[in-house]
């Protein structure tokens, strides 16, 4: 069965002082919490300078992610960061196509689809965003936007690699914006995305396939959103900078 997950994002945010006391006060919170760690994980993706430093802290129930990965193996592509020397610090995990980076620089299937694959081979495992933009959602157009970004980078993928990656559906209009899909709306997408991997990889792996919710989760919200069936956990941004407020929700998707 899958694993449910809450994870953080960080984003640009937090200096490595600030970013060791934050990882320190969420390793000493999360120690107090008892849970099947094999049925639930939790995971934060600080900014690449504070990796390391966070690594040597962390506490071993909570997974390391870096925000991006380069879509190279290694050389001459200055100011980038490999799998490679993620792994070397202690990533285990890797967002990829978050809707900040399809915006602001450009990201795109293909380049997705490159990132992606060299992560599985170096072992990292994608969180792989999707999502729609406000205009494509009042268009009625957000089923079709998430099939095509499944499609152009995930479905590429061979079966036993699909089955390696996290989704995270972040409906870009509720990121950052304190406005968030309604459960009904995130679930009536995440169980539009499991039927879409049922007809492309079988039942099986539909099943066992993780599929967060993004946008403006916070405690105040997320009873609603982790009781659905097919919501397996969240993306966290602006309420995983509060420790209080990311345990909180850890607590909620233990709950169900
Ligand atoms: P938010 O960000 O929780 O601040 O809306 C979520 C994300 O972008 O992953």
Not at 57 to 70: D, E, H, V
Not at 146 to 156: N, S, T
């Amino acid at each position: 069965m899958r694993k449910k997950i809450v994870a953080g994002n960080w984003k640009m945010n937090t200096n490595i002082q600030e970013g060791l006391q934050l990882a320190d006060d969420v390793s000493s919170m999360i120690e107090e919490l008892n849970y099947d760690e094999n049925k639930f994980g939790v995971i934060i993706a600080p900014p690449y300078t504070h990796l390391y430093a966070i690594a040597q802290i962390l506490s071993p129930k909570i997974g390391l992610s870096s925000q991006n990965i380069a879509a190279y193996e290694n050389g001459a592509y200055t100011g980038e960061i490999s799998t490679e020397m993620a792994k070397s610090v202690g990533v285990q995990y890797v967002i990829l196509g978050h809707s900040e980076r399809r915006k602001y620089f450009a990201e795109g299937s293909s380049e997705l689809l490159a990132k992606v694959k060299l992560s599985i081979k170096d072992n990292l495992t994608p969180i792989f965003c999707i999502g729609e933009v406000l205009e494509e959602r009042n268009a009625g157009k957000h089923f079709e936007v998430v099939e095509r970004q499944i499609k152009e980078v995930l479905f590429e993928l061979p079966k036993n690699d699909f089955e390696k990656v996290i989704i995270a559906y972040e409906p870009v209009w509720a990121i950052g914006t304190g406005e968030t899909a309604s459960p009904e709306q995130a679930q009536e997408i995440h169980s539009f995305i499991r039927k879409l991997i049922v007809d492309k990889f079988g039942n099986e792996t539909a099943e066992n396939t993780t599929i967060l919710y993004g946008g403006s989760c916070k405690p105040s919200n997320a009873d609603g959103l982790f009781s659905q069936a097919d919501i397996d956990g969240g993306l966290i941004g602006g309420a995983s900078l509060k420790a209080k407020d990311f345990i909180e929700l850890i607590k909620i998707r233990t709950k169900y």
